[in-house]
Structures are given as structure tokens and as C-alpha cells.
């Protein structure tokens, strides 16, 4: 991996109306890694994404994409380089998975909307890759939870961005689901060179599939690092109120962090 | 929802609905015209003198106004259901309807009742609509933001107070009332060539726009961080899609008057047949708009009355709008039904 930063957040602080959220933010994506946010509800998760896609403008310091000013870019020139999948999407009733997952071209096609042959590729392969084919024709509002998350996951990916920012892509998902999805953002990272971002409440997927641990706590960063140095007991407690014990994954050698209750019993 | 290859049958269709409707309204009036007739005279080689004359100066302009009015009320129905993200949406809801007959109340009020100088109201009435869109806009945009509930809650009282307006005018000036009628349910009675010049160009770009519009229109049928995040404005592209929904209606009601339920209907069939993609929803919208005021101006035309004035010799055509109101409420309550689980 080289040192490119595809997003950088610099002293950011944004928040809604009157209320500030986030509070001189620093954090910087390198690229073709994997980055979870963790934190507490209401914490500012979630804000953060929108601050990196510019889904929010920010009330002071910059956010830098690919090296730039993304106050410079165009909404499209953003799509292009970016892909957001928000935390509760929805989508008319009676749209199929094929039209949903080809409006992920918008950013790209010209005043027709030509998808083209690139545009068609880049389709066909986001419905493979999520494992959507069988599943083209039928309407979003007749799937499981878990098939109509895998389609907005093919949308992001059929937008052709290298960055991919998933604001609790696992949610609604069946434990195997899960486990297919952050597989798939797994190879995403190592075939494709993309950067990922996930918030993720499960912290035992952020430790098992992270590069990198994000913790955000009241609008600001209160510890970032690889995953066994960031997930302690004692964050746990401090941040979100729970008792947790340290595991080893015996699959992957890797420590992660378990919560076993409130602490109070 | 339904296959492409159903779905092209189903356009196919419509079309050739369209087409037929055209001719037999073109053959319809005081003396029937068949077809074949028809069709020489519109290809100019008809040996007759008076089919030219009857289908191409009488017959014509209204069958093409048939076909424009139910397109641009189809289409703007099919644009407001997606800036106001709802089914219930139609033309009426933009003001301009209620805008354009307060003017032409007003208008009329003011010349007593006195047959208006000149063609000038279609123009007055265009005015009064336009204002009445642009009104419900800005009345409904705080902070330079549109809100698809707001808009839709805003437009409904604008619609209200115009419609109390023109209620008072109306009872200070009972002149008004008769020359207004018409114009309140719609109809295409009497249109001539003028009419068309005067909704053309509104018809000329307000439909190809339209139809072009149907990438934004599907984006802005998700939630607003989604649209927002493949790279939408969404603010600018609700103004746009109802300006757009604005000029098409405003264009229709200036010629036509206020034309009920085919913007409604015309759209929640579309759907109902093609499913939420706008790239087939609006088309199939206007080619719907247009077979619904088609075959209802036909049934308006065959079902002339005479009106109750004892010195009256003619028998007066329905208005549209009324045979719309009366068959396509009904057949609208069904197909709410069938199509909305
Ligand atoms: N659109 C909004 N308007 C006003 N306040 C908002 C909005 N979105 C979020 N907030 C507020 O900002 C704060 C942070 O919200 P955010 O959505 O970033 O939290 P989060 O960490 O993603 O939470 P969760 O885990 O529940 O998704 C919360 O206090 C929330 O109430
Ligand atoms: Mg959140």
C-alpha cells in the first residue's frame, strides 16, 4: 500500500443547525484499507460519513479529497470518486433491483443516461459480486432485509468509486449475511485497492475485519489504532458503559474484545 | 414489475389507441367522416372540398389540442408525484389551475361581462396560471429549501384562498359566472388553430424536458442522503422538475381550462403497469394522458345537449372535463384499488 490519503478531515467541525455535532475532527483514510467507526449511539457515526462525502458542509476546517479541496469538486465529480451508503436508504415501491442498482450510474452518464458498455459491466458485476442475479427483476419492497441491504450494496459498488463509505452495512443481516458482506468489503479492499469505511456496531466484526478502529465518543475522536491496541477492557467501560472481556480469534490469531454485560450485576 | 417485453406491448398499445382515437374524433361531429376519408384529407389527397375543410380547419386543431393537453397533463402529474413524493399529486396542485381561473374571473369581472376584446383570454388565463405555480413555489420554500410535504400542504392552501377568491368575485360579478363555467371543468369546445399556436410552444419544450428529466426524477425517488450522495442537487432539481410540471400545466389549463383527474389518473396507471422507473413512467404518463382526454372528448362530443334556453337552436357538446370527472373518477377509485396493496 502506498501513503495516497483518497479522504483527509482536517480540524472539522460540522453539525445540524444550531447544533454542533462534531468538534474539530482529524482523521485520515489510507488507501485500500479498511476502516471501522465505532461509538455509542448519537455519538456522531454517522455524521462523520456524511462530513467525508460532503453530504453535510462543514462549519469549520476542510476536507480533503484525493489531495483537494472537496469544496472544489462538483456533486457528481464527488459520486465519481465516492460512494455513500447511508444508514436507512429507501426507495420507491415497486423498484426493481436491476433500476435501483443502475441509478448507481448516475454520476457517470451524460443528459440520456446511457449506461453504456461500461456502465453495463459495472452493473452486471455489482449484481454478481453481492450475489443478486437470481434477484434482478423483483421490486426492493419484495425482498428480505437482508436481500434489499445486498442491492444497495450493489448500487455503491456500480457507482464505480474507489472509496466506499458504509454506514452499518450489516445491519438487518442474518449472521452468514454479515459474514458474506464483510467478506466481499474484504476483497474489495485486496483486489480492487478500494478504501472502505464501515460503521459498525458489532465490535467483534470491526476487530476481525478492521485495518483500523475508529472510536467516536460526543462528536470526537477518542482513540484510533489497529484493533487489539483500541478495543480494551477499559475503553469498553469508559466509552460504552459495558464490562468485556479479551479473546483470541483462533482462526485468525487475532484479539478482540468481547462484552459481557453492563458491568452493574 | 412487469417485463420489458409486456411493458413495450403495453406502449405499443397505448400508441395505437392514440392513433386511433385521433382519427375517429377527427371523423366525429355534425357529419360523420370515416376513416379512410379522414385520412386522405389529412394527407391532402382528399377530392372532396368539404372533408378537407371540415377535418383539417374544424377538426383538427381540437383533436391535436385532445393530444397535447392529455400528454402535458399526463407528464406534469407523473413529475409532481415524484417532486412531492406522492400519488395523490396532480396538476391542480401546482396552483395553476386555481391561478388561471381567478385571472380569468378577474379578467371577465372587469370587462362586465362584455364578450372579451379580441382572443385575449387563453392569455390572461396562461398569466394567472404561471403566477399560481410561481406562487405556490415561493410560498413553500423557506430558506431556499423545498420540502416535498410542505410543498404539497402549501399548495393546498394557496389552492384554497384562490379558490375563495375567485368565489367572491364571482358572486360580486355574477356576469362572470356563465363565460367562466367552461373554463372551471375543462373543455375543448369550439378550440381553433389559435389554440394550438398558443399551447405549442409550451408543449415543445415542456415535454421533451420532461421526458429528459427522468434520471433526476428517479434519483429524487430516494431518500434525500442517497440522491444527495450520487451526486443530485436535490434542491435545484425539485425546482426544475416543478417548473417543468408548472409550464406543462399552465400551458393545458390556457387552452383548455382546468381539466380534472387525467393527471391523476394518467400517472397512477403508468405506474401501475410499469412499476417506479421514471424513464418508463413518464412516457407511459403522457401516452396515457393522451388516450384518456381522446377517447373522453370523443364520449363529450357524441353526448351533446341543448341547453335549457328557449331561443336556443344548437346542441352544445359536453365539456371534457365533466365526462372525465364522471367516468374517470370511477374507473380511477378501481384502479387504486388493484394497484395499491
Ligand atoms: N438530520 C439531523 N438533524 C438534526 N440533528 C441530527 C441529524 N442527524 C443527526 N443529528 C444529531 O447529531 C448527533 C449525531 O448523530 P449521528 O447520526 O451522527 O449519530 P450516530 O453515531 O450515527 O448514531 P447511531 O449509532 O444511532 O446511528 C445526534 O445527537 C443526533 O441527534
Ligand atoms: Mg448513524
Known amino acids: 500500500m502506498n501513503d495516497f490519503e483518497p479522504i483527509r478531515l482536517a480540524q472539522v467541525s460540522a453539525g445540524y443547525g444550531q447544533r454542533m455535532v462534531l468538534d474539530g475532527l482529524d482523521l485520515e483514510l489510507k488507501q485500500g484499507t479498511i476502516t471501522a467507526i465505532v461509538g455509542p449511539n448519537g455519538s456522531g457515526k454517522s455524521t462523520v460519513i456524511r462530513a467525508m462525502a460532503r453530504l453535510l458542509p462543514t462549519r469549520s476546517g476542510v476536507v480533503l479529497l484525493d489531495g483537494q479541496d472537496i469544496r472544489s469538486f462538483g ?14 436508504p429507501s426507495s420507491p415501491p415497486g423498484l426493481t433491483v436491476r433500476e435501483l442498482v443502475e441509478l448507481g450510474r448516475f454520476p457517470h452518464t451524460g443528459l440520456f443516461g446511457r449506461l453504456g458498455a461500461e456502465g453495463t459491466l459495472a452493473v452486471e458485476s455489482a449484481l454478481t459480486l453481492t450475489g443478486l442475479s437470481d434477484f434482478v427483476e423483483r421490486p426492493l419492497d419484495e425482498l428480505s432485509g437482508g436481500e434489499r441491504q445486498r442491492a444497495w450494496i450493489a448500487l455503491a459498488l456500480a457507482q464505480g468509486a474507489s472509496t466506499l463509505l458504509l ?87 487475532r484479539m478482540f474484545c468481547l462484552p459481557i454485560g453492563t458491568g452493574r450485576s | 414489475m412487469t417485463s420489458a417485453r409486456s411493458f413495450a406491448a403495453l406502449t405499443l398499445l397505448a400508441a395505437i389507441a392514440a392513433v386511433v382515437l385521433f382519427i375517429l374524433h377527427l371523423g366525429l361531429g355534425t357529419v360523420w367522416i370515416p376513416p379512410d376519408r379522414v385520412i386522405l384529407a389529412l394527407l391532402d389527397r382528399s377530392t372532396d372540398p368539404t372533408d378537407l375543410t371540415i377535418v383539417r ?24 408525484q415524484v417532486v412531492m413524493r406522492n400519488r ?28 372579451p376584446p379580441g382572443r385575449l383570454l387563453p392569455f390572461v388565463v396562461l398569466l394567472g396560471a404561471l403566477a399560481g405555480g410561481i406562487l405556490v413555489l415561493f410560498a413553500s420554500s423557506a430558506r431556499g429549501r423545498i420540502d416535498p410535504l410542505r410543498l404539497i400542504l402549501t399548495a393546498v392552501i394557496v389552492n384554497a384562498i384562490l379558490g375563495s377568491l375567485t368565489a367572491i368575485v364571482m358572486l360580486r360579478s355574477q356576469q362572470a359566472l356563465g363565460s367562466i363555467l367552461s373554463w372551471l371543468i375543462g373543455s375543448l369546445n369550439g378550440r381553433v388553430w389559435d389554440d394550438v399556436w398558443l399551447a405549442l410552444p409550451w408543449a415543445a419544450v415542456g415535454i421533451p424536458a420532461g421526458l429528459l428529466a427522468a434520471r433526476a426524477a428517479n434519483v429524487l425517488q430516494l431518500d434525500d442522503e442517497s440522491g444527495r450522495a450520487l451526486g443530485l442537487p436535490l434542491q435545484p432539481a425539485r425546482v426544475a422538475l416543478f417548473g417543468l410540471a408548472v409550464v406543462l400545466a399552465a400551458g393545458a389549463v390556457s387552452v383548455s381550462g382546468a381539466i380534472a383527474f387525467v393527471g391523476l389518473m394518467a400517472p397512477n396507471a403508468a405506474r401501475a403497469i410499469a412499476g417506479a422507473d421514471a424513464r418508463r413512467v413518464l412516457p407511459l404518463a403522457a ?18 345537449i341543448k341547453p335549457p334556453i328557449p331561443s336556443s337552436a344548437y346542441r352544445v357538446g359536453l365539456p371534457v372535463g365533466a365526462v372525465l370527472a364522471v367516468f374517470g373518477a370511477p374507473l380511477l377509485i378501481i384502479l387504486l384499488r388493484r394497484s395499491i396493496r
Not at chain 1, 456533486?75 to 436507512?88: E, F
Request: charged share 15%; net charge negative.
Open chain 2, 57 to 80: 380547419e374544424l377538426r383538427l386543431p381540437r383533436a391535436i389540442l385532445g393530444l397535447l393537453v392529455g400528454c402535458m397533463l399526463g407528464l406534469s402529474g407523473a413529475l409532481l
Open chain 2, 88 to 115: 395523490l399529486a396532480e396538476p391542480g396542485l401546482t396552483g395553476v389551475s386555481t391561478g388561471g381561473i381567478l385571472a380569468a374571473v378577474l379578467f371577465l369581472a372587469g370587462t362586465w361581462g362584455l364578450p
Open chain 2, 287 to 304: 401516452l396515457i394522458g393522451c388516450v384518456l382526454l381522446l377517447a373522453a372528448d370523443l364520449v363529450a362530443q357524441s353526448l351533446s
Open chain 1, 75 to 88: 456533486s457528481r465529480g464527488i459520486a465519481r470518486l465516492v460512494s455513500v451508503l447511508p444508514q436507512s
Open chain 1, 167 to 253: 454506514d452499518e452495512p450489516t445491519t438487518f443481516l442474518d449472521v452468514r449475511h454479515q459474514f458474506e458482506v464483510l467478506d466481499l468489503v474484504a476483497s474489495l479492499c485486496t483486489s480492487r485497492g478500494m478504501t472502505v469505511v464501515m460503521v459498525l456496531h458489532d465490535l467483534v466484526h470491526a476487530a476481525n475485519y478492521a485495518d483500523r478502529v475508529v472510536v467516536v465518543d460526543s462528536g470526537r475522536i477518542v482513540a484510533d489504532g489497529a484493533p487489539s491496541a483500541v478495543l480494551t477492557v477499559e475503553l469498553m467501560r469508559t466509552v460504552f458503559g459495558v464490562a468485556a472481556k479479551i479473546f483470541t480469534n483462533p482462526e485468525s490469531g
